[in-house]
């Protein structure tokens, strides 16, 4: 059974950093797209940053509204995505969500088969 347990959310002031951890079981995160996504209420799931399956270093995707702010990155050894997220903006004020997929290089909510419950993450003034 895979799953997907996000944590690490919070609340931060503008300019601050927040690091998302992604713990996965089930299958080895190696192997699958993983990426992450927010949602505000109201508004759709948008891509955040997805991060291609293998055994090394993944080509990595971002949205334009977090590139040069936000890292994507895996720990195969522990079977874990991260988030770093830096330089935290009011408007990234969102629930995050860890998911995984087959599809390379895409940031499309569609493309990924398996969702964790979320984590929120609050961007203060």
């Known amino acids: 059974q895979v799953q997907l347990v996000e944590s690490g959310g919070g609340s931060v002031q503008s300019g601050g950093s927040l690091r998302l951890s992604c713990a996965a079981s089930?299958?080895?995160?190696?192997?699958?797209?993983m990426g992450w996504f927010r949602q505000t209420p109201g508004k759709e799931r948008e891509g955040v940053a997805a991060?291609?399956?293998?055994?090394?270093?993944?080509?990595?995707s971002y949205a334009d509204s977090v590139k040069g702010r936000f890292t994507i990155s895996r720990d195969n050894a522990k079977n874990t995505l991260y988030l770093q997220m830096n330089s935290l903006k009011p408007e990234d004020t969102a629930m995050y969500y860890c998911?995984?997929?087959?599809?390379?290089?895409?940031?499309?909510?569609?493309?990924?088969?398996?969702w964790g419950q979320g984590t929120q993450v609050t961007v203060s003034k």
């Open positions: 998911a995984a997929g087959f599809v390379l290089g895409t940031l499309r909510q569609v493309d990924f088969a398996y």
């Open positions: 089930g299958y080895f995160v190696g192997n699958v797209c």
């Open positions: 991060i291609d399956s293998g055994d090394y270093v993944g080509s990595t």
